[in-house]
């Protein structure tokens, strides 16, 4: 089944220009002009991708990915003006799965599109049985779901391709070009900015204090691990 995407944003230009690209990629296109249209189609139709415009009438792309993260977890990527830093930033923040800046072209859109859908399909199928455990941190892939102690972590698909990688190379020291490429895609190896605020807000939800974190460390002018238990218990 082709995916579904819903696009946000109050340029036509950009609407018609992102529609059509998309569509002849084979995916099921609804539009909204701004956010509340976008919050209207969301609660009734539940799209796999949401592509949402920062700068928008009536309710901003910040304040409509806040209240859709409140009841949903579908894949997010903001688009925002060059420049835009801080904007870039909030809407990882919120949750946002990636970014594209405008202006930007078709085949890079595509191609982040796809990437998003690939990780959000890894989080849908990941693994049969398996449970992996961090300390207080439990993993189950079978189901796709995280717990701190008795507590579900609600993690967005790319939170928890991250996670998963850090798991699946348990006291390996992973550089930011490895986690990017990993994680994102080839394309994004050199955007440290999407990972600094993907490695905050996974610590987060899952340490007990962000500022101390025992199951994402950074390893300086190295890159980040997660360590094996006995490797903390010697510290």
């Given at each position: ?14 609407l018609r220009l992102i529609k059509v690209n998309l569509e002849q990629e ?64 909030r809407g990882l923040n919120l949750g946002a799965d990636d970014y594209v ?135």
């Amino acid at each position: 089944m082709n995916a579904r995407i819903l696009i946000v944003d109050d340029e036509p230009l950009y609407l018609r220009l992102i529609k059509v690209n998309l569509e002849q990629e084979g995916y099921l296109i609804a539009t909204a002009k701004n956010g509340q249209e976008a919050l209207d189609l969301v609660s009734h139709e539940m799209p796999d991708l949401i592509i949402l415009d920062v700068m928008m009438p009536k309710l901003d792309g910040i304040t409509t990915a806040t209240r859709i993260r409140q009841f949903s977890n579908v894949p997010i990527i903001m688009l925002t003006a060059l420049g835009e830093e801080r904007d870039r930033v909030r809407g990882l923040n919120l949750g946002a799965d990636d970014y594209v800046v405008k202006p930007f072209s078709a085949t890079e859109l595509v191609a982040r599109v796809k990437a998003v859908l690939r990780r959000s399909q890894l989080k849908e199928n990941a693994g049969r049985s398996r449970i992996l455990t961090h300390g207080d941190l439990k993993i189950d892939i079978a189901k796709a779901e995280v717990f701190k102690g008795d507590h579900p972590v609600y993690l967005s698909a790319t939170e928890y391709k991250l996670l998963i990688h850090f798991a699946h190379n348990l006291g390996k020291v992973l550089s930011a070009e490895e986690l990017l490429t990993t994680t994102w895609g080839p394309g994004y190896k050199d955007e440290k900015e999407i990972l600094w605020v993907s490695i905050a807000r996974l610590r987060q939800k899952l340490e007990d204090d962000p500022h101390e974190p025992v199951h994402i460390v950074t390893r300086t002018g190295m890159g980040y691990q997660m360590p094996a238990l006995d490797e903390q218990a010697k510290k």
